[in-house]
């Protein structure tokens, strides 16, 4: 049975996959942007909508994957005892890349409950290695809980991208 978080997470995946398929499809006056990715423009003077949707439609085909498609989420799993907390890293890039190398800013991230070490790996002071560095495919979720008294604060901090 699924949780309520999983429900959520795929639901939020499932909206991003939709508002891409928007972009790629609508007709509209707005792009995004080919140097950000994330910000709005309209066709310059002298240009018309559809050479610059084109544009941006051949920019987001051809695989061009960043640090927003790692998307790291964590939630606190109810127990008594240790607080247990659930990390779930996933690569939401729709191009077919498969980011690799994935470290994170993980503090001294430590557990009491055992970490694989495939999975998630502390190699110093806030670098962490995702799945051994191997390559995260297209929406693979990389899974893992730890117990601590506190919440670690866990981010993107670099990869190796297509």
């Not at 907390?85 to 001294?108: A, D, L, Q």
């Amino acid at each position: 049975m699924m949780s309520v978080f999983q429900f959520l997470f795929y639901l939020m995946v499932l909206m991003m996959f939709i508002c891409n398929v928007a972009f790629h499809t609508g007709s509209t006056n707005m792009f995004l942007d080919q140097n950000h990715g994330d910000n709005i423009s309209t066709p310059s003077p002298g240009e018309s909508a559809e050479t610059n949707h084109s544009k941006n439609r051949k920019l987001l085909y051809h695989g061009i994957c960043t640090n927003r498609d790692i998307s790291i989420s964590q939630s606190m799993e109810t127990s008594s005892g240790i607080p247990q907390y659930i990390v779930e890293i996933v690569n939401t890039c729709m191009s077919g890349c498969s980011p690799s190398h994935i470290h994170v800013h993980c503090g001294w991230f430590a557990s009491a409950r055992i970490v694989n070490p495939r999975t998630f790996k502390r190699l110093s002071y806030d670098d962490c290695l995702v799945n051994e560095g191997r390559p995260l495919k297209n929406s693979q979720i990389i899974r893992f809980t730890y117990s601590n008294s506190f919440m670690y604060p866990i981010s993107f901090k670099f990869a190796r991208f297509c």
